[in-house]
Nanobody, 121 residues
Framework: QVQLVESGGGLVQAGGSLRLSCAAS????????IGWYRQAPGKQRELVAA???????NYADSVKGRFTISRDNAKNTVYLEMNSLKPEDTAVYYC???????????????WGQGTQVTVSS
């Protein structure tokens, strides 16, 4: 079983930046594909960014050019660097262990507890 712990959320003004972290348990972290999702009130959870075990990345169109996903296998951690934040980025952000059977990420069963990101206008 994999445990995921997100951190780094908070309140920031529009145009600001935050870096989220997702720390995972286990000694096979380097084999995991990880995705960052977000869920705003009244909306469905959506995939924001994902990274494969080999470093392949995908981004939602709404965050391309503003968000960067990266991983540090030595620290069992995946990061989401968020720049030029907008009020519509406000949501609870979750990380997830999934897979990359082809070119795109598919989410799996393991989720963290989430971290709140609030962007004020």
């Amino acid at each position: 079983q994999v445990q995921l712990v997100e951190s780094g959320g908070g309140l920031v003004q529009a145009g600001g930046s935050l870096r989220l972290s997702c720390a995972a348990s286990g000694n096979t972290f380097s084999t995991y594909a990880i995705g960052w999702y977000r869920q705003a009130p009244g909306k469905q959870r959506e995939l924001v960014a994902a990274i494969s075990s080999r470093g392949r990345t995908n981004y939602a169109d709404s965050v391309k050019g503003r968000f960067t996903i990266s991983r540090d296998n030595a620290k069992n951690t995946v990061y989401l660097e968020m720049n030029s934040l907008k009020p519509e980025d406000t949501a609870v952000y979750y990380c997830n262990v999934g897979r990359y059977p082809g070119n795109y990420y598919i989410g799996g069963a393991y989720w963290g507890q989430g971290t709140q990101v609030t962007v004020s206008s």
